[in-house]
């Protein structure tokens, strides 16, 4: 199995492959998520202290917030699985 890796701002890598979801932190329900994530230790928090503005939801059950833009974050993975394409 091949991991790959994305950058998601200020130097931080997550693997590519373990992201279930990314999502834009406003609606109720994302915030619940991430407080509850909280609580459970599970919460990795890669902003630097800017404003939350993507949500990255793993299949270990780990949430990772991102200062950059949800959109960004996605174009990053495409990025990645055309250059793997290519190669």
Do not use: C, W
Not at 49 to 75: F, K, Y
């Amino acid at each position: 199995m091949d991991i790959k890796l994305i950058n998601i701002g200020f130097g931080n890598i997550v693997a590519a492959n373990r992201v279930v979801a990314i999502v834009s932190p406003e609606s109720a329900p994302i915030k619940r998520i991430v407080s509850d994530a909280r609580e459970r230790g599970q919460l990795v928090d890669a902003t630097y202290g800017r404003r939350t503005r993507a949500v990255m939801i793993t299949d270990s059950g780990h949430i990772i917030l991102s200062a950059i833009q949800p959109e960004t974050v996605a174009n990053r993975f495409v990025a990645q699985k055309e250059f793997a394409a290519e190669a």
